[in-house]
């Protein structure tokens, strides 16, 4: 069974950089064919995606947050870590880390962790 969790903080002041962690287990970060993504969901709003990691280390991101987001990767802990710099208050949200089968299937995914941007 794979498991996913997300760690990070709850509180970031407005132009701070947002790091969250998502360490998985069950499987490995590595394995074929898996992408490795992140989601955030906002009040009110439909889930967003933010970007991802490829199983051969190759990123991409959602063209709103390209120039602001960045995702690498710890293969030795299984961990995956995203990084947003100049945060907004619009980045409120809950962030969620999922996997991504063949960029088709979202199988499993993180609790996600509530983050509060806010001075």
């Known amino acids: 069974q794979v498991q996913l969790q997300e760690s990070g903080p709850g509180l970031v002041k407005p132009s701070q950089t947002l790091s969250l962690t998502c360490t998985v287990s069950?499987?490995?970060?590595?394995?074929?064919?898996?992408?490795w993504s992140w989601i955030r969901q906002s009040p009110g709003k439909q889930l967003e995606w933010i970007g991802a990691i490829s199983y051969s280390n190759n990123t991409y991101f959602s063209p709103s947050l390209k120039s602001r987001a960045s995702i690498s990767r710890d293969t030795s802990k299984n961990q995956f870590t995203m990084h947003l710099n100049s945060v907004i208050p619009e980045d409120t949200s809950v962030y969620y880390c999922a996997r991504v089968l063949g960029w088709a299937l979202y199988d499993y995914w993180g609790q996600g962790t509530q983050v509060t941007v806010s001075s």
């Open positions: 069950g499987g490995s970060i590595l394995t074929d064919g898996y992408y």
